[in-house]
């Protein structure tokens, strides 16, 4: 168990992992020619649910579970690898060159953190929405009320293809809180707790009518931690790159 421990801390560890991550995310493009409606339900179910349903496809089933066990190994490698690095600079002082060493590496933790709570929790619900007319989503114990639906069809070789769309939709959970939201394509909403989504693929609904992906989004704020931790991590660390070698 100790080697394995002090496998798992070296950096060589890590840009193998990388190299294996890299390859498995190449092999993952080619799969997705083959199983693209699969790989697609991943936006709207959690991998629990989502793992009994194509269990059927083993290429893919092995692909993901092999893809998500090397990047598990590569966060573990990243956080033993963080923890070696600031014990041991620690005796020499912490500069801002190496404070933004470790925070490129804490950001890295911060991502695939908050990708694995994307993928393992929170919930997904797409519904039909009519302007004026109330939609229920028990299962999220949500109450929409769209008051308006705007779309921008064009015509391309005399087909109708949808170009943008835009609603306004009143929302309220079972606690009594009430907002109002405007999501637009390409330009999600957040209320309550929630994400909303307009889907641009339901070509078969009427004017007054647009898809809604309603979600629940547990490492959203992982994400949006890491994306500022990479932004200082450039802060303190690209003057440094001016001035001298400090590792």
């Known amino acids: 168990m100790n080697r394995f421990i002090r496998f798992l801390t070296r950096m060589e560890t890590g840009f193998f992992l990388l190299?294996?991550?890299?390859?498995?995310?190449?092999?993952?493009?080619?799969?997705?020619?083959?199983?693209?409606?699969?790989?697609?339900?991943?936006?709207f179910v959690t991998f629990q649910e989502w793992f009994p349903k194509h269990s059927m496809s083993p290429l893919l089933y092995v692909w993901i579970l092999l893809l998500f066990g090397v990047l598990f190994l590569l966060a573990v490698n990243t956080f033993l690898c963080t923890i070696s690095y600031v014990r041991n600079i620690s005796r020499k002082g912490m500069s801002a060159r190496r404070w933004?060493?470790?925070?490129?590496?804490?950001?890295?933790?911060?991502?695939?953190?908050?990708?694995?709570?994307?993928?393992?929790?929170?919930?997904?619900?797409?519904?039909?929405?009519e302007e004026d007319v109330p939609r229920t989503i028990s299962a999220l114990g949500l109450s929409l009320v769209p008051f308006a639906v705007e779309k921008r069809v064009l015509s391309v070789y005399g087909q109708e293809i949808q170009a943008a769309a835009e609603a306004g939709i009143t929302v309220s959970d079972g606690s009594g809180k009430k907002t109002t939201i405007h999501p637009a394509a390409l330009r999600p909403a957040h209320a309550l707790g929630y994400t909303f989504h307009i889907s641009m693929k339901d070509k078969t609904l009427s004017h007054s009518q647009v898809g809604i992906i309603v979600r629940k989004q547990y490492g959203r704020n992982l994400l949006i931690g890491g994306a500022i931790t990479i932004l200082v991590a450039i802060a303190l660390f690209v003057p440094s790159m001016f001035r001298y070698r400090d590792f």
Request: proline share 0%; hydrophobic share 55%; with cysteine.
């Open 100 to 129: 933004g060493i470790v925070l490129f590496h804490c950001c890295f933790l911060l991502f695939l953190t908050g990708h694995f709570l994307y993928g393992f929790t929170g919930s997904c619900e797409k519904v039909t929405v």
């Open 19 to 43: 190299i294996i991550a890299s390859a498995l995310l190449f092999t993952g493009a080619l799969i997705a020619d083959v199983h693209d409606t699969a790989l697609r339900a991943l936006n």
